[in-house]
């Protein structure tokens, strides 16, 4: 049958395959991981993006000049300066 050294070649051939297994299932939850990043990323650029243009015309729409019709704010002290004339 075997010689002497069988029992340690099948040990080492066990945990070379063991080995292989573990390294084989971590790159692949790494590149799954990797993977979720970068949809991640990806997703949030978006928003981001969609984000921005909502903001700009919010700021663009606060900036304008109102068409209501309504009067426009008086300087602080003027109303005064009108109350002492008449």
């Given amino acids: ?18 080995s292989s297994a573990a390294l084989f ?4 939850g790494m590149l799954v991981i990797f993977s979720d990043i970068d949809l991640f990323h990806n ?10 243009v909502i903001y700009e015309d919010v700021w663009n729409t606060m900036l304008a000049p109102e068409d209501s019709g309504a009067m426009p704010r008086e300087k ?9 004339h008449s």
């Fill in 76 to 84: 602080r002290g003027a109303e005064c300066s009108k109350c002492a």
């Fill in 1 to 18: 049958m075997g010689g002497p050294h069988s029992g340690h070649l099948c040990l080492v051939r066990g945990a070379v395959v063991g």
């Fill in 43 to 52: 997703h949030s650029a978006a928003e981001l993006a969609e984000f921005k």
């Fill in 25 to 28: 299932i971590a790159v692949a």
